[in-house]
């Protein structure tokens, strides 16, 4: 797959997840509805200026949008996701607080069976604001 194809895949996977027309993408990535419709179709020839400021307010990495970098499996792993966390903001805040209780002790106890199996995988950022569901 050529540059175009994965900035054409990227960019329409990340609308569709936001859930936005092509009028309403254009206008959050500040550039023409027409500019956008020839990026999604491939067509598109963008400078990496264009590039770096697509990445920028699409809060991903440049190298995403050249290389396509996530491969059909792991975008699929990445809708789920997206999905679900949507799913969860739109809990009341009772149940997201019980969620996020959850999916940390989820977090530590991979932890945990990573240092056991000799992992050297780091959570030090998300230790320090553990609850008192252990």
């Known amino acids: 797959m050529g540059i175009q194809q994965n900035m054409a895949d990227t960019i329409r996977m990340i609308m569709e997840l936001r859930h936005k027309t092509l009028e309403e993408f254009a206008d959050d990535l500040e550039i023409s509805r027409s500019t ?7 067509r598109g020839n963008p400078t990496a200026l264009m590039i770096e400021h697509l990445a920028q307010k699409l809060e991903i990495d ?11 499996d792991r975008r699929e ?3 789920l ?17 019980r969620f996020a209780e959850l999916f940390l002790e989820m977090v530590h106890l991979w932890n945990s069976e990573d240092r ?6 780091n959570t030090n950022t998300i230790s ?3 609850s008192g569901t252990e």
């Open 77 to 79: 792993i990445v809708l």
């Open 36 to 42: 956008l419709h020839e990026y999604i179709k491939a």
């Open 128 to 130: 320090g604001s553990q």
């Open 116 to 121: 056991k199996m000799g992992g050297e995988h």
């Open 81 to 97: 996701l997206l999905n679900s966390i949507q799913v969860v903001a739109e809990l009341p805040e009772e149940k997201r607080i």
């Open 62 to 72: 440049p190298a995403i949008l050249m290389t396509g970098l996530l491969d059909l």
